[in-house]
């Protein structure tokens, strides 16, 4: 693997085979290890290869999909981006967003149909691929999964904070773009009035699941999913976990609906594997991943393969 972009992985995610560059008509994983504008707890870097480990010991079949990984045609993970390691959150952030433009510069991601599934790493770092694919489609649906809005301008002397994630994002909005936001339970009173001034904050899963529903086949959608999503009684391993979250059967009943849509890309962030000693958040999320690997392969007019 180039140095220069990319870090070897401690393992391929299995079963995806190694590749050097993205893959058209594919699915693509690749891992960002970084959290330096993390600001409670951090260790979201280990989180790519801690989802790697785990994921050779959990079956590939999903009995939720009926589907299994090794049924898929070929998918592939490129490693880890590069990130920077000098200590400065913002320098080491830019190292990271320069390695994936090198990496996806000259890619169109539309025409190649160019599917990147992301393991991070903090959210701040979804940013990278957020925006390419806000700029291949014109049409983008963005789902984001979070317990947090993530809508500040900033947040603790980071322009691209993870707490400023979606914010950074809309700024590249054009008008056939759409937010919807779907676990949201903290944030400032500004966040809050924001999303219901714009009506992007759903607050119930079947209303949530009726808006996913709704979409029209052939609209490109991406998934953002931070792992608070989930209450963290059945994921402690996060940095900023929040009480009130959602269940793994919850997040089943999105990715079906997931499944018959045109999912472009997505996104997992936010594991921090040395919280939970007992691993348990570690397969939690491999399985999550194995789930989106799946649907990014489904029914919908997104298909590859």
Request: glycine share 10%; with cysteine.
């Amino acid at each position: 693997m180039d140095k220069l972009l990319r870090e070897k992985a401690e393992s391929p995610y299995y079963p995806a085979l190694p590749a050097l560059s993205p893959q058209s008509r594919s699915v693509n994983i690749i891992g960002v290890g970084f959290d330096g504008t993390a600001c409670f707890r951090k260790g979201a870097g280990a989180g790519p290869d801690a989802i790697r480990r785990v994921s050779e010991d959990i079956e590939t079949y999903s009995p939720y999909l009926d589907m299994d990984l090794a049924e898929l045609p070929p998918f592939f993970d490129l490693g880890n981006l590069r990130v920077g390691v000098s200590g400065d959150g913002n320098e080491d952030w830019t190292v990271a967003r320069q390695s994936f433009a090198a990496l996806t510069d000259f890619l169109d991601f539309q025409a190649e149909s160019i599917k990147f599934l992301a393991l991070g790493g903090e959210h701040s770092a979804s940013y990278f691929f957020i925006n390419k694919y806000l700029l291949a489609y014109p049409h983008l649906v963005l789902l984001h999964l979070d317990a947090h809005a993530d809508l500040r301008d900033g947040y603790q002397g980071y322009h691209f904070s993870h707490a400023s994630v979606i914010r950074r994002c809309l700024d590249h909005f054009g008008p056939g773009h759409q937010l919807a936001q779907f676990g949201i339970r903290s944030g400032t009173r500004e966040e809050f009035a924001w999303m219901k001034e714009h009506k992007t904050l759903y607050c119930s899963l079947a209303e949530f699941s009726c808006f996913v529903e709704a979409l029209p086949a052939d609209r490109p959608v991406y998934l953002t999913l931070d792992l608070d999503f989930f209450d963290p009684a059945f994921l402690p391993g996060t940095g900023t976990p929040e009480p009130g979250g959602e269940d793994f059967l919850s997040f089943i009943k999105i990715v079906k609906l997931l499944k018959t849509k045109k999912l472009v890309g997505a996104d997992v962030v936010e594991l921090a594997p040395a919280i939970d000693p007992t691993g348990n958040s570690d397969v939690f999320a491999a399985k999550v991943v194995r789930e989106l690997i799946l649907a990014l392969h489904g029914e919908g007019t997104g298909h590859v393969g």
